[in-house]
DNA sequence: TCGATATATTTTAAGCTTAAAATATATCGA
DNA sequence: TCGATATATTTTAAGCTTAAAATATATCGA
């Protein structure tokens, strides 16, 4: 009796492309949150996800990060932090200075104001999570967040087999 | 005998965070995964992640899109996509037409060379998301599948309530 | 101690992205 | 038929983003 060409052919379709449609909806699901979101921080708080993505950050670290520190933290350039962190400067949310002993390096955290800021806005974006993700029971929000691990953990274990930082 | 405060307390942690954090993580997937494919497509085909993202829409739709039409599927702004098209425009992967009894619109398609190129990159492309993606079962695949189209799912029925397209 | 090398950040040039206004065309309804 | 309204797209101004080059400072090793 001959083997069946695709051993797992029970459970959906078998053409190979299961992880690439995967990629795909992981990606979808992404930019629509990310949309509307992006579409309430701006009418309820004239400001842009960058923008709370490092005010976020530095909520996390009150002793300060460093240009760097937040650059790896976002996943985004370093060039790019240098133009969001001016802007916040300009608006008195955060605030920088050379840790003694070198200055090259630039640490930054959040000012009063922007502390404050940042504690109102951040309780509505959970809010904002919390209603637009309120369709999932609490067991799919735990395997979804177990399983997002593994991934994460694949790509991270092929991104240093390849060699880039 | 008094109520636990939190009934499901043996699930994980119980602050109310846990779809923020799922939120989080799902971003964090996303980029780590972005960041990959943007090197990778520059390095071996000189081409942007928004260009193959269009080219990968047309090929869908060998009778073309409108530019409207690729907008929503892109889940980007409508003057986002004129951007882009124009630069595929000029170097030949794509043509652009008017339907006919309709002056306003504009129809876009991949040419043959769009063809040609979208085909070798689109291989890549697969086997890059396979290796990202390699330390995943296939059950584990399916599972992230189908949990991720119940948070899209819950995602839309928010963002029809609120009155947005 | 001082040239070579490494580290931290900014600058540059190009492209991507958005929201809102502007433009052009189509359709609707008296 | 023609003004009002709707639809499709582009333009505009501002900001975000990247990779690579440039700048500035620190560290290493003879």
Not at 44 to 50: E, G, Y
Not at 122 to 131: G, K, T
């Amino acid at each position: 009796m001959p083997m069946p060409a695709y051993p797992e052919t029970s459970a959906g379709l078998r053409d190979g492309k299961e992880k690439l449609r995967l990629w795909l909806k992981l990606l979808d699901c992404t930019h629509l949150i990310e949309r509307q979101l992006r579409g309430r921080f701006r009418a309820d708080f004239d400001i842009t996800l960058p923008r709370f993505d490092v005010l976020a950050a530095l909520d996390r670290f009150p002793e300060g990060l460093t240009m760097g520190g937040l650059s790896r933290r976002l996943r985004v350039s370093q060039g790019n932090v240098t133009g969001v962190v001016e802007r916040l400067l300009k608006e008195g949310e955060i605030r920088r200075w050379n840790p003694p002993g070198d200055r090259r390096t630039f640490y930054i955290a959040l000012t009063e104001q922007g502390q404050r800021n940042f504690d109102r806005m951040a309780a509505a974006h959970q809010a904002w999570i919390d209603e637009l993700l309120g369709g999932l029971a609490v067991q799919e929000i735990s395997q979804l967040q177990a399983l997002l691990s593994r991934a994460k953990a694949s790509v991270e274990a092929k991104e240093k087999s390849h060699g880039d930082a």
